[in-house]
């Protein structure tokens, strides 16, 4: 036999054999047949074959996600992909009303600026019961998963409406990974993908209306899943001890749409003729190590430089603060959707660079009090002069205060503490409510309950006990001239719990 037919033969028998182990590995990944196996368990996570700044990420997410815990975007948005709880579907916040005549100030964002933590423990909490919100209101409208791309559009979308009561913008950025959002097409949902395109910057067409969709539209690329494997295994442990390298295409990529962005963001905010300044967020992995940041700090400060626009870092507050008594670690979350975010601690030291923030590029006389109170809160959850006005948790899906329009699905999600409100104003139009309700938990066990409790103007209407995998409980109210009803959850595991109001509908 001569060496070029054992060449031959060795290559078939390679091919053959990659393709057992591609096919293997794609049946491990996806059939249903495994679902819940210590093999599915332990192959089924998206970090083993891509980054997250990786759209193959998400896509894996998405596929190895329980039918159960798979939602759409919420409050879907078709040039956004989603709005925020706290939004209508004009793009314009629905609690302007707390602000009343005081000066006003607008925080765009994404999570960072929305927080995780109680919406009395958020900025707009904070301003409200410091000494300068006797005069000055801000309304939040962060939205958790946005990227700088839909930062930008949602200020450009909705500065309009807020324009003639000369506002003071805020527009937060976090530096770690709202750069990155930028270059995927789907992050836990469908959204925009802005290029740059002969030198102008191009954004997609509309946002598809389910993910379902969008798949179709956008399907993943072919890859091979076991080299994916191998290469992302090597990579992790590399990282272990340095820093994983973004390549020069994609960094060269994301600077520019990055760079694009911040310039037409900024000119906007310049028309509208308002006072404003960027808040740049790091997690606290970065702050401890600034390589992990370094480019995409140099590309949004260089930029913002380069037009003039005002910039701070919460990174100098928050090393003050860690240098004089913590770790930086105190002042971040460490349980449920709370983990890589400010917790309450973090929240007020935050809360210093913006009241710096608008006393250097806001034109407020910000006086020592504001910040000898938040020295005296010292991470306490503080009372709120508006607390029985305050929602805690997350809804995922709102009325938006109109019992005209009836929703299908409500879902609430508790926060890290096991607990959520959601509150409707009725305006004593409504008749009456109803839907099923179940609770979802990522964990099974004795603990997995929860317990809502319906009050419709003070008055306690109904309790009800639900349990993990019980069948729907029907949800029956009698809301006949009422003006507001609240929803109080009380779970027994904390920062797991997530309760589903399926056919909700107020009549």
Excluded at 50 to 57: C, G, K, N, P, V
Excluded at 75 to 87: C, V
Excluded at 161 to 182: F, N, S, T
Excluded at 409 to 426: F, K, P, S, T, Y
Aim: charged share 25%.
């Amino acid at each position: 036999m001569n060496l070029r037919k054992i060449a031959v033969r060795s290559l078939v028998v390679a091919c053959l054999g990659a393709l057992v182990v591609e096919g293997t590995l794609r049946f491990c990944l996806f059939a249903d047949a495994l679902d819940g196996t210590a093999v599915a368990r332990a192959l089924r996570s998206p970090a083993r074959f891509a980054a997250t700044h990786e759209q193959l990420y998400w896509y894996l997410q998405d596929r190895f996600m329980r039918d159960d815990r798979r939602m759409e975007a919420p409050n879907y948005d078709a040039e956004l992909g989603w709005l925020g709880s706290g939004l209508a579907s004009d793009r314009t916040s629905t609690d302007e009303a707390r602000i009343g005549d005081r000066r006003l100030v607008l925080l765009y964002g994404d999570s960072y600026s929305a927080c995780t933590t109680r919406a009395n423990d958020c900025f707009q909490g904070l301003m409200d019961d410091c000494a300068l919100g006797r005069d000055v209101g801000l309304l939040n409208l962060g939205v958790g998963g946005y990227g700088l791309d839909q930062i930008a559009m949602l200020v450009e979308r909705s500065i309009e409406h807020y324009a003639a009561r000369d506002p003071i913008v805020i527009v937060g950025i976090l530096l770690d990974d709202d750069l990155d959002r930028c270059m995927l097409d789907f992050r836990c949902w469908p959204k925009p993908r802005m290029q740059v395109v002969d030198g102008e910057l191009v954004p997609s067409g509309p946002v598809a209306a389910t993910i379902e969709e969008h798949w179709r539209l956008h399907p993943p690329p072919t890859i091979s899943y076991a080299w994916r494997f191998v290469r992302q295994t090597v990579a992790t442990r590399l990282g272990a001890g340095g820093l994983a390298q973004d390549s020069d295409e994609y960094r060269r990529e994301t600077e520019a749409v990055t760079s694009a962005i911040l310039e037409r963001v900024e000119a906007r905010l310049r028309e509208a003729n308002v006072r404003h300044f960027y808040l740049l967020y790091e997690y606290s992995q970065s702050l401890l190590d600034p390589r992990l940041t370094e480019w995409r700090k140099q590309c949004v400060t260089s930029t913002l430089d380069s037009l003039g626009a005002p910039w701070l870092t919460t990174k100098t507050q928050m090393a003050a603060a860690a240098a004089a008594r913590r770790s930086l670690q105190d002042f971040f979350g460490t349980v449920g959707r709370n983990v890589g975010h400010f917790n309450v601690r973090g929240n007020q030291v935050a809360f210093r660079t913006i009241l710096d923030g608008l006393a250097q590029f806001g034109g407020l006389e910000v006086a020592p009090e504001n910040y000898a109170w938040l020295d005296s809160l010292d991470g306490a959850q503080h009372p709120h002069v508006e607390k029985a006005r305050a929602s805690v948790g997350t809804a995922r899906f709102e009325l938006g205060g109109n019992p005209d329009v009836p929703i299908d699905r409500l879902n609430v999600e508790c926060d890290a503490e096991g607990r959520a409100e959601i509150a409707w104003d009725l305006g004593g139009r409504a008749q009456g409510f109803a839907a099923k309700a179940m609770l979802i938990t990522e964990t099974e066990g004795a603990r997995d309950r929860a317990r809502m409790t319906w009050t419709a103007d003070g008055e306690k209407l109904a309790h009800q006990d639900l349990r993990r995998g019980a069948a729907p409980l029907d949800v029956e109210l009698d809301l006949t001239g009422r003006k507001q009803l609240v929803l109080t959850i009380q779970a027994a595991t904390a920062s797991t719990a997530l309760v589903r109001l399926a056919a909700a509908s107020i009549d």
